[in-house]
């Protein structure tokens, strides 16, 4: 999070005379405690500073590096995953390509007449398939699919961080989040490498905050 000036003056102003009350920081810059508001609530919220009642204000002590490192061990997949493309496992080769190209994703989610998650489709595999001699429109997706056991998944109150772990591990572009039924698992959710770039991307120049 990038502070404006007045912003770290005020950080100055708690470190040097904490607790502090807003009337006080306020005096001290020569504004108005309405004017300060804005301010006092983003370094609270974004944990520079932290407020007791009748007391005033505090500094936390925590760097900004800290502070980044604990908003991203609190962002929960839940909170960021977006709308699984699922497929059956009959559907052709050359309709899942189709698919893919329409719903703008890299990767595709198979199921079986159960709901179920059976296997996994990216570009590299439809990409594989069609450089053969074979026809695409008889060639049944869960010929050439990455199938279960052998995919990573995440749920929704795994943490975002370790599911980009599990991206880089596996050196994949997203994985599907699942939930547990009668079954198998079902397919609730998607979270891709770009999703959580633009995360972090948010988190650092401060428009999550």
Same mark, same amino acid.
Not at 95 to 104: P, W
């Given at each position: 999070m990038e502070l404006s000036k007045r912003q770290e003056q005020?950080? %100055?102003i708690v470190k040097s005379n904490g607790p502090i009350t807003g009337e006080h920081i306020a005096s001290q810059l020569n504004l108005t405690r309405a004017?300060?508001?804005p301010d006092l609530a983003i370094l609270t919220m974004a944990g520079f500073l932290d407020a007791r009642p009748r007391v005033g204000y505090y500094y936390t002590g925590k760097t900004g590096n800290e502070l980044l490192t604990e908003n991203i061990r609190r962002l929960k997949v839940q909170d960021y995953q977006s709308v699984p493309i699922v497929i059956k496992e009959h559907t052709s080769v050359y309709?899942?390509?189709?698919?893919?190209?329409?719903?703008?994703v890299g990767t595709l989610?198979?199921?079986n007449d %159960?709901?179920?998650l059976i296997g996994v489709l990216s570009r590299k595999d439809l990409l594989r398939a069609s450089m053969g001699q074979q026809d695409l429109t008889v060639?049944?997706?869960h010929i050439i699919m990455t199938r279960m056991p052998n995919i990573t998944v995440c749920r929704r109150d795994d943490m975002v961080i370790d599911a980009a772990r599990k991206m880089i591990d596996k050196q994949i572009d997203g994985l599907p989040v699942v939930k547990a039924v009668e079954?198998?698992?079902e397919v609730v959710g998607r979270i891709t490498k770009t999703t959580i770039t633009n995360v972090f991307v948010e988190l650092?120049?401060?428009d999550h905050v």
């Open positions: 005020i950080i %100055e004017t300060l508001r309709d899942a390509i189709s698919t893919m190209f329409l719903e703008d989610f198979v199921v %159960e709901a179920c060639v049944p997706v079954g198998g698992l650092v120049t401060g």
